[in-house]
């Protein structure tokens, strides 16, 4: 089980299941982004220049995690940018749910300096978990 600043890699047989951690909910949802994309690259290879703004919504905590997620990944989809600096300016409770609020930062993916580990194709819900005890910890599987 490989060990990141903030996250760490589970035994799974077939998919990626991933546990991230942080001292609040913010820390933690941005390391649980830098271990997906951790997944796919080394992410201290891909550079932060190129910033962009994300906002999400959930019902739950459990469906803004999923949304934050699959933002992140459909933007690697569409604009074909890696990801590696994550921060979750707010997270707060709205009369529908709740809402995140982040800057995120990466570059342009270049087959030439980014190392092509694993697609991940999406996000599951299946032992999804939210534990807030003695901070925050996220339990997620990727699909790959």
Not at 19 to 32: L, P
Not at 50 to 64: A, I, N, W
Not at 88 to 100: F, S
Request: no cysteine; charged share 30%.
């Amino acid at each position: 089980m490989a060990e990141h600043g903030g996250f760490r890699f589970l035994e799974h047989t077939a998919d990626v299941y991933v546990v991230a951690h942080g001292k609040d909910m913010s820390e933690a949802f941005e390391n649980a982004a830098r271990a997906m994309f951790e997944t796919m690259t080394n992410i201290k290879e891909v550079k932060p220049v190129v910033q962009e703004y994300v906002e999400v919504e959930g019902r739950d905590e459990k469906e803004l995690l999923y949304n934050w997620l699959e933002e992140l990944l459909i933007r690697f989809d569409i604009n074909g940018r890696l990801y590696s600096k994550f921060h979750v300016e707010e997270i707060r409770r709205t009369p529908q749910g709740y809402r995140l609020k982040a800057q995120i930062y990466g570059e342009e993916f270049d087959s030439s300096r980014h190392l092509q580990k694993v697609g991940v194709k999406a996000i599951t819900y299946h032992r999804m978990e939210i534990k807030k005890t003695d901070g925050v910890t996220l339990k997620f599987i990727l699909d790959i």
